[in-house]
């Protein structure tokens, strides 16, 4: 079955360590693939994308991610993490619903970065 | 350039009342959606328009739900009558068309009591 996952609920990481968001896919043919994020009582941002091409995709805020076709993975990276990254991310599949395609979220991952 | 703009922001209604939200995308975008987030939760679509025609709307429930995107551009999403289970936030999205990114905006809480 088609599905996106984010397998932890929270992350927390301190101050100028390194951040990694884990997000699993399971798709027919290529995906589509994304990451957002959300801060308190706003809507979603976007911070980057996989369509194609090479596998380390580069977004806002100094984030990255990596695109791994053997592990189905699409993990969302920063080098060094700041306070003001603490925030909800989601990371979104576009997925086949009968005839429509449609991007869909998963969970969501809370990060809380500590000073 | 603006991003997509939504009102109400915030909105407090009593079961059994009527509630409208209304979403105005990025200038040029044809492609706009609407969807619902629950607290804790990733968004879910509820429906998708391509110009002023809904395209995807298999998870909208029409039994009270309601949507319309008159000329294209701006669109309304209707709730007649809100149940308690309808609390959420309703996010309006936008793009150039179905294949490009989706831009959100900030959203319209909507609380039942």
């Known amino acids: 079955a088609q599905s996106v996952a984010q397998p932890e609920d929270q992350v927390n990481v301190a101050e100028g360590n390194p951040l990694t968001v884990k997000c699993t896919y399971s798709?027919?043919?290529?995906?589509?693939l994304f990451w957002y994020v959300q801060y308190p009582n706003r809507g979603l941002q976007f911070l980057l994308k996989y369509i194609t091409g090479d596998n380390l995709v580069k977004g806002s805020y100094g984030f990255e991610a990596e695109f791994n076709k053997s592990q189905t993975s699409f993990h969302l990276k920063k080098p060094s993490a700041l306070v003001s990254d603490s925030a909800l991310y989601f990371c979104?599949?576009?997925?086949?619903?009968?005839?429509?395609?449609?991007?869909?979220f998963g969970s969501g991952t809370q990060l809380t970065v500590l000073p | 350039e603006a991003g997509v703009v939504q009102s109400p922001r915030y909105k407090i209604i009593e079961k059994k009342q009527p509630v409208a939200f209304w979403c105005n995308p990025i200038s040029g975008h044809n492609t706009l959606y609407w969807y619902r987030q629950n607290l804790g939760q990733g968004p879910e679509l509820l429906i998708r328009?391509?110009?002023?025609?809904?395209?995807?709307d298999s998870q909208l429930p029409k039994d009270r739900f309601s949507a319309e995107r008159l000329k294209g551009v701006d669109s309304t999403l209707k709730i007649q009558p809100a149940e308690l289970g309808d609390s959420a936030v309703y996010l309006c999205?936008?793009?150039?068309?179905?294949?490009?990114?989706?831009?959100f905006g900030e959203g319209s809480w909507l609380t039942v009591v």
């Open positions: 798709v027919s043919g290529n995906p589509y």
């Open positions: 328009y391509e110009n002023e025609e809904a395209v995807d």
């Open positions: 979104a599949v576009v997925l086949l619903r009968g005839s429509a395609r449609q991007l869909t």
């Open positions: 999205a936008s793009s150039l068309t179905v294949a490009y990114t989706i831009y």
